[in-house]
């Protein structure tokens, strides 16, 4: 039986970074989306930069039933779910990464694009989730990679949420603050002054500051200044993607073909994908989601109902199983804008 609390998130390792990484990967596509006009250049630089993983998946008698296609454009009829994940080893240019094995994923996010393209969900998962992994028992959620790469990582969400990873994509930390660097430093509104813990010497008053790509990264990894740790850190992770989404997705980056190409170029070389997370997806989702601006994306994370102990004693968080059936649902059936945990947009 797992002991479940409501105290704070238990703190992990000093690696809240990479949870930014996954959004800097969206942030990325909603770039080359709202570009539009410059779908097929974008995507080509996305194509040749990044690293390609092949076998991604698990065996398909394991996996959700596929949608299926529009015969003209190959794409999905119904919503596309794209895996984000983080990890410490991106691998070599053979797509080594895609094994993975003795790894665990330090974020995992699930970009959810309904079939109207007219918004994007992107699902938090905490790492410490416990639940059930196929062949393996009950563990936390990031131990699916440890224990059979990404197509466990990949069939353990799957089986989550009830609902077909379409496309996934793994970030390296270097990508996070080429992004930051490539908008000329982020304008971030901090609603909590903090004693930086990695940048000796940084204070981080309350207020609007302009961060590198150094600083940024402090910025989004911080806890330890926080008396509710990971719970403040979550709230400046989106205070600083919204503020990356704000000035990624303006008219001046949009009618600005070199700095479109630049923001993608930061992040291509930094991205592994699957074999048909490529130029061609890239360009037809774009020319999709030509329309979508920041209101129209909507962040969330799984509901939990707090920390708990696992059986073998391990810190944990635990799923709240009611509110996950609604989250099941809005996956399995492309109505997450009938969900209504606390969303928030990126207005």
Known sequence: MVDVSRGPVIKPKRRGWRIALIAIAAVML??????????WSLS???DSQTVKLPDVFPDEAARPTAAPADPASGLSTSGQNILLLGSDTRGTNDGSIADLSGQRSDSIMVVHVPANRKNIYVMSIMRDSWLEIPGRGEAKINAAMSYGGVPLAVQTIEGLLGARIDHVAIVDFEG???ITDALGGVD???????????????YFAEGTHRLNGTEALAFVRERYAFSDGDFQRARNQQAFIKAVLGQSLTAETLTNPAKISGLVGAVAPYLSVDDGLNSAYVAGLAVELRDVRVGDVTFFTLPTTGTGTSPDGQSIVVIDQDKLKEVQQGFQTDTLDAYQPELQTMD
Not at 188 to 202: A, E, K, M, T
């Open 188 to 202: 971030v509104d901090n609603p909590v002054g903090f004693d930086s813990s990695s940048l000796q010497g940084r």
């Open 30 to 39: 909603l770039v080359a989306g709202a570009a539009g006009v410059y779908a």
């Open 44 to 46: 080509n630089t996305f």
């Open 176 to 178: 996070f603050k080429g």
